[in-house]
């Protein structure tokens, strides 16, 4: 055909260009390729330290354009900025980008933050926000500014067009972290928000439009999952973006824009600490409602008959219990005594056993809390009240019961999703905390984590002391009494970490006795969080503290108080995590800060309480006379057995997750 006769092309059509929702897809890993990931991820965890030094050219590099943006006027500043969007947009989509591309942001970034926050950012924060674009988990001292040090990545990444996630762990901290760097912010023109709890949706949605979103980690988890609940009756992404169009589409719904960018605050409590609970919603069904109280009274009276030992065990390791084959037997003739759902065996079965977990491995004051007639969750990791949450299949009501309070409605699970699989379809995924080198191997086997230490600002001036153990918590409290007395009178300031609630008051009371003034934060004294925490490095202060103290709170010493040898951290505990140790330790000595760290413990101790710690118990008890540095070697083997223990269950709720993912996709979608 002549070039005459061939038909001219006429206008092309094209629908508008629609974004889809943003999430890395999920790979089929084989046994293989995760035995190859656990192996590097060894190599990884041993090299945290040696890694820094393929940072260093970031430092060269962004001081080489300093001295050219000095002169220039905010306006001109700006100006800059936005020239920047441009090549940083080409740079990460061409994959990990390298000190000459970040250069020229960092150190218009710092610039732009001594004229706004009037604070410079420090070689090692650069070091730490170069890490983190490189996709690594930064470890970087308590105190060390790791605010400040998010700004250099979050803004870098927004101003490339990503749109950017900065998790904390709770609403407090993302409320704060927003509004201390919002005057950077809002000078380089990016739109920020702060996800909260309590907040509609249509108010939910419009805050994740901004270029920077800040927000609790279970907050934003969450809000994936319900968006997960919307695709997965909406399934196929070329289906959504045609709904897009109209106001009838999935899209009108959506909360997020999807995963592409996570900036992780407190990287390890967040990763490792929270993924052993997966992420439920729950709702009301006609399955739920076939729970009656009258069949939850029933089961929970059938839990108290049965006999420990001999009808059921306790894994308290595990948090769980197991129905022994006599067990089994005498429920089943309950059950033929029993009416409606009390017959069924499997209905039943499942309720007793609920039951008996409320009965023996809940406990008031440690994993919940009574407040207002109402059963609310205490965070472990935290300390903190979850509020709006509740335990799913039953147990809430059945600790209902056993509290005497009013019956909420049972609730059905509508859908869940384990924090692992949620993180890894970030398209990218990076983070900070001053605890990682300890969980750096399952940060990398199962998110893909490096983990990178950066050197302190300035050298660390805390001082240890040996480990003093008593033979009962009387005791233990007694000596805590005794020893915040003595500190108190020179007027150094006291911070005592508890791993409870019940532990908390029990403290308290003993320094009321005492005659020494206080403050106690716990999940029930929560109010005033922030001035309590504020307060705890003044002269003569003593604060009784939860976890809440650990993670992401900052204590200032008042004036004179670093010539009495600043704060002084008492531990009463150790916890379940070595990690947790760290972070109530590293609440002194911030940077270049004296600080002394001290720890108290008994053989009544949680950590030595269960049932599989009774070897660790006895060999405490047996190298107490050896001294206290003996009998602390019980101590922390008990510590890293629970430790592995954790990081199997974490390892079995992941599997058990694809299984489920597998099992769920013959319907469209895994969740």
């Known amino acids: 055909m002549s070039e005459l006769a061939a038909p001219r092309p006429g206008p092309r059509l094209t629908l508008p260009r629609i974004a889809g929702y943003a999430e890395r897809p999920e790979s089929e890993e084989g046994k293989l390729d995760r035995l190859g990931r656990k192996l590097i991820g060894l190599g990884v965890a041993r090299t945290a330290g040696l890694r820094r030094h393929g940072l260093s050219a970031i430092l060269t590099e962004t001081a080489q354009h300093e001295a050219a943006l000095r002169p220039l006027t905010d306006a001109e500043l700006r100006a800059a900025a936005e020239a920047l969007r441009a090549p940083l947009r080409l ?29 410079r950012h420090y070689d090692v924060q650069l070091l730490g926000a170069f890490a983190m674009l490189r996709g690594a988990v930064a470890e970087m001292r308590t105190g060390e500014g790791k605010t400040l040090c998010a700004t250099l990545a979050s803004c870098t990444m927004a101003l490339a067009g990503v749109p950017v996630h900065v998790i904390t762990v709770n609403d407090y901290l993302a409320l704060r972290d927003r509004d201390l760097m919002r005057p950077l912010y809002d000078f380089l023109g990016l739109s920020t928000g702060v996800v909260q709890a309590g907040q509609q ?30 695709l997965r009756r909406n399934p196929g992404n070329l289906r959504r973006k045609v709904e897009r169009l109209s106001a ?3 899209g009108a719904v959506l909360r997020m824009r999807g995963l592409h960018f996570a900036l992780i605050d407190e990287a390890d409590s967040v990763l490792i600490d929270e993924a052993r609970t997966p992420l439920v919603i729950s709702g009301s069904t006609d399955v739920a409602r076939n729970q009656d109280p009258g069949f939850l009274r029933r089961a929970l009276r059938a839990a108290r008959q049965l006999d420990e030992g001999k009808d059921y065990r306790i894994h308290p390791n595990e ?30 079965d499942h309720a007793v056993v609920q039951a008996l977990s409320a009965l023996h491995l809940f406990h008031r004051d440690n994993d919940y809390v009574v407040r207002d007639g109402k059963v609310q969750i205490v965070d472990e990791n935290t300390g903190r009240i979850q509020e709006d949450r509740s335990w799913s299949e039953g147990l809430h009501q059945m600790i209902e019961l056993k509290e005497d ?11 869940r999703i384990s924090y692992q699989r949620v993180f890894r379809r970030y398209q990218r995924l990076a983070g900070m905390t001053g605890t990682a080198s300890d969980a750096a191997w399952e940060l990398y086997s199962v998110y893909g984590l490096g983990v990178i230490r950066i050197p302190p600002h300035k050298g660390d001036r805390r001082r240890f002391a040996r480990d003093r153990i008593f033979a009962s918590e009387a005791a233990k409290c007694r000596a805590i009494a005794a020893r915040t007395a003595e500190l108190h009178d020179t007027g150094t ?7 409870s609630v019940g532990a908390s008051e029990r403290i308290s009371a003993e320094l009321a006795l005492a005659g020494i003034a206080h403050q106690l934060l716990n999940a029930v004294q929560d109010a005033d969080e922030a001035a309590v925490v504020a307060l ?75 049932k599989g710690a009774r070897w660790n118990r006895r060999a405490a008890r047996l190298l107490r006379p050896l001294g206290p540095g003996v009998a602390a070697l019980a101590f922390r083997a008990r510590q890293r057995r629970v430790e592995r223990m954790h990081g199997r269950m974490r390892h079995d709720l992941l599997a058990a997750d694809r299984g489920l993912g597998s099992l769920l996709a013959l319907s469209g979608e895994a969740e």
Do not use: W
């Not at 429920?331 to 409606?340: A, F, T």
């Not at 300031?493 to 791993?499: D, F, S």
């Open 91 to 119: 740079a990460i989509a061409q994959g990990l980008p390298d000190a000459k591309m970040l250069g020229p942001a960092f150190a218009l970034l710092r610039e732009a933050a001594e004229r706004t926050l009037g604070m």
């Open 201 to 230: 949706e249509p108010e939910r949605a419009a805050i994740y439009r901004a270029d920077i979103v800040f927000g609790a980690n279970k907050e934003i988890a969450f809000d994936y999952l319900r968006d997960r609940m919307v």
């Open 248 to 250: 009838e589409g999935p």
């Open 319 to 348: 948090h769980r219990i197991e129905i022994t084959p006599k067990g089994a037997e005498r429920l089943e003739i309950m059950g033929e005594y029993g009416s409606g759902p009390f017959r069924v065996g499997v209905i039943r």
């Open 405 to 415: 309070v009013e019956l909420t409605e049972p609730r059905a699970t509508l859908s």
């Open 493 to 499: 300031p006291v911070l005592i970490g508890t791993r």
């Open 536 to 610: 705890a490095g003044q002269r003569g202060a003593v604060t009784v503290a939860t976890n809440m103290a650990g993670r992401g709170t900052d204590i200032k010493l008042a004036p004179g108080v670093a010539e009495l040898g600043g704060l002084h951290v008492l531990l009463t505990v150790r916890h379940d995590s070595r990690r947790v140790d760290r972070q109530l330790e590293g609440r002194c000595g911030r940077q270049g800060d004296p600080g002394r760290v001290e720890r108290m413990l008994s053989l009544e101790d949680e950590l030595l309480g269960s």
